[in-house]
Nanobody, 120 residues
């Protein structure tokens, strides 16, 4: 499985962005997918995850109520809708597949990352 993250960019605080994670291969739709981020000078952290069916989603407390993860298995794509963005959301965002919940080490496939910069 190969993953391609896109949709990052520069946005003002309070704005919105939608990230996409496009997966290749027929098995992508059978994998749980997570979004993680690494802010400058910090370790990578969990943001959100979704089960293979889309029936269950999980969020870090820091983004709950502002971010929404969803997927379209017909398009082999997982989305992360980010609203009310804050400067502290500035980070490189990575999508990962093959794992579950916030267990970073459970994910076997990783995309290259897309940079989100939120200006104050």
């Amino acid at each position: 499985v190969q993953l391609q993250a896109s949709g990052g960019g520069l946005v003002q605080a309070g704005g919105s962005l939608r990230l996409s994670c496009a997966g290749s291969g027929r098995t992508f739709s059978s994998y749980g997918v997570g979004w993680f981020r690494r802010a400058p000078g910090k370790e990578r952290e969990f943001v959100a995850s979704i089960t293979w069916s889309g029936g269950s989603t999980y969020y870090a407390d820091s983004v709950k109520g502002r971010f929404t993860i969803s997927r379209d298995n017909a398009k082999n794509t997982v989305y992360l809708q980010m609203s009310n963005l804050k400067p502290e959301d500035t980070a490189v965002y990575y999508c990962a597949a093959g794992g579950s919940h916030y267990y970073e080490r459970s994910y076997g496939y990783w995309g290259q990352g897309t940079l989100v910069t939120v200006s104050s």
